[in-house]
């Protein structure tokens, strides 16, 4: 997740032993590593809680970039076959899982 902030623009503010935060404007995000005794359900989009995240791209352009440094990553581009349209036709945007199968969305200003 920490190359993909850098590419929408946020710097790292803080970083500790199983965490790291970021910074881009106003905007402050935190990921922190669950200890393990949390650990025994894993994550899964549809249980109460958070369903995904999702961020503005600058451009179209952008978020085409985007897809293509996903894909060398081998990361899992979600609805394949609606990309770049899934979320409708005047939603272009990709969605991707991230490695504890977060859904991620990058949106390109309409």
């Known amino acids: 997740m920490g190359w993909l902030l850098g590419e929408l623009g946020y710097c790292v503010y803080q970083d500790w032993d199983r965490g790291r935060s970021w910074k881009r404007g106003p905007t402050y995000i935190v990921l922190v590593q669950a200890d393990e005794k949390y650990l025994d359900e894993p994550y899964h989009r549809c249980r ?3 369903n995904h995240l999702a961020f503005h791209a600058e451009s ?9 440094k996903l894909r060398a990553r081998d990361v899992p581009i979600l ?3 609606e990309h770049p ?3 409708g036709d005047d ?5 991707f ?3 504890e199968r ?3 969305e990058l949106v390109a200003p309409e």
Do not use: C, K, S
């Open 91 to 95: 939603h272009y945007a990709v969605y």
């Open 60 to 68: 179209r352009e952008q978020v085409d970039e985007l897809t293509a």
């Open 85 to 87: 349209f899934a979320g």
């Open 79 to 81: 609805y394949e076959d």
């Open 48 to 50: 109460p809680g958070l």
């Open 102 to 104: 977060m859904t991620v």
């Open 97 to 99: 899982e991230d490695p």
